[in-house]
């Protein structure tokens, strides 16, 4: 059992040139997310791995790449982990998920992953969560030193890099407090591509500081699908958004029911045939209409090793982190390439405060109509609740609240705030918090005496 930890105990008592600042192996090791110093008492190899063992660690997602970070991290030494997830386990999971078995279909992903990591693994506690990451409240997430993400959808992505952004907290001069940093470590893979990247909100670039690395959903014009269909997609397609609402009018379309997914392909070969289009196959019916981007084994295994090394660096600062974006090819040879992107000032989810420059004499109630107005907050924000340095200058709930601080609607905003700061705006909309940064404008300068 102890040559199991061998070398990740060589990895964690050796010094070397790229270790990081504030680990010294030997008496007192010193281990952090770059945010929080938590100082081991003794150079034993034993109480580093107990260290590992009570580290709190989220693992988002245990698909294809989920599975993998799981069995990663759990080799590594970290012994306290959750993983959520909301699916359930499909036959076409078995070629890549290697944690789940024929007998395992139609069973919680989180519940059997946790329970084979268990049963292999000694002394590692794997906490299941089914369900859906938006039905956490705020708290939960709070209790992890580490998120990671083994995530397959942007919206996913967005909603915790929003939770992860909430915890940060600022002083009055826009200055981070790194003891508020939530670290993530976020992977993702696309067929024989792949990426890995370390985000330290507020310090690193978050995700919606970067997103456009990510390219637009494909779409297809109407008229092209219905008039001049040039490949498989298009006559795909057209029976999925046009034909199947024509020849089955009033039925939902289900695209994990077997005879509905054969009677589109059926349909699709059908009009690829009219236009002398090949290549239609049910496999690919699959893919176009589930928008399912076939799944390499090596490539999940390549960025879930990567992800799970980056986890421990931050877990005991054994070794220099990755800054900050790591892209993986593999569709002719191995190719990796690191990028070190830069943070977004002016990021609203991130940054100390989306700057807003008002007048000194707006009130606090045309301040909110303002922001519901601007462009900037317009898909964000619906029923928006004000509060500065830990004040509620307005509440939307509880009733009880709304009606104590319903009179500050008609104060003034520089009356409340004494002068220039940034407010925590919360709404139904957000996942976490909105920092606005006020300055006032025409303010009158005291006349002195």
């Not at 292999?120 to 039905?135: N, Q």
Request: proline share 5%; with cysteine.
């Amino acid at each position: 059992m102890e040559a199991r930890w061998r070398d990740i105990d060589f990895l964690l008592q050796r010094p070397g040139k790229l270790v990081s600042d504030g680990f010294e192996p030997g008496p007192e090791v010193c281990s952090a997310a770059r945010s929080v110093c938590l100082v081991i008492g003794s150079s034993l190899s034993l109480q580093l791995r107990e260290f590992l063992r009570d580290f709190k660690i989220l693992v988002i997602g245990a698909g294809g790449l989920g599975c993998e970070m799981l069995k990663d991290l759990a080799l590594s030494g970290f012994g306290n982990i959750d993983v959520i997830d909301m699916d359930t386990i499909d036959v076409s999971n078995l070629n890549r998920q290697f944690l789940f078995r024929m007998h395992d279909v139609g069973k919680p992903k989180a519940q059997v992953a946790a329970e084979k990591i268990m049963q292999r693994i000694k002394g590692v506690t794997v906490t299941p969560h089914y369900g859906r990451i938006e039905d956490k409240d705020i708290e939960f997430y709070r209790e992890f030193q580490l998120i990671v993400l083994g995530l397959d959808s942007l919206e996913a992505r967005s909603y915790i890099n929003s939770i992860a952004c909430s915890f940060l907290e600022y002083n009055e001069d826009g200055e981070l407090d790194m003891s508020t940093i939530k670290p993530m470590v976020d992977g993702g893979t696309e067929g024989f591509k792949g990426h890995a990247r370390v985000i330290l909100p507020g310090f690193t670039p978050c995700f919606h500081c970067t997103l456009w690395l990510f390219p637009p959903q494909v779409t297809y014009p109407l008229c092209t699908l219905a008039e001049t269909p040039r490949s498989p997609a298009h006559c795909i397609e057209y029976v999925h958004l046009i034909q199947w609402g024509q020849d089955r009018e009033g039925e939902s379309f289900n695209p994990d029911n077997p005879e509905h997914m054969t009677w589109m392909y059926e349909q699709a070969l059908k009009r690829a045939e009219q236009f002398n289009i090949s290549g239609v196959t049910y496999s690919l019916t699959q893919g176009v209409v589930k928008n399912i981007i076939p799944a390499i084994a090596s490539t999940n295994a390549i960025v879930s090793a990567i992800c799970s090394l980056e986890a421990l660096k931050l877990a005991t600062m054994c070794s220099k982190g990755l800054d900050n974006y790591m892209m993986y090819s593999g569709t002719q040879g191995v190719y990796t390439h690191t990028v070190s992107y830069e943070k977004d000032s002016s990021c609203m989810v991130c940054s100390p405060g989306v700057p807003v420059e008002v007048d000194g004499s707006i009130t606090l109630q045309e301040f909110i109509d303002m922001l519901l107005l601007d462009a900037r907050f317009k898909d964000k924000l619906s029923k928006p609740s004000v509060s500065f340095q830990g004040t509620n200058l307005y509440m939307q709930a509880p009733p009880v609240l709304e009606e104590m601080t319903r009179p500050n609607l008609q104060s003034s905003l520089l009356s409340l705030m004494g002068s220039k700061g940034v407010l925590n705006v919360n709404d139904r909309k957000l996942a976490g918090v909105l920092r606005v940064q006020v300055a006032f404008r025409n303010v009158a300068t005291p006349m002195a005496v």
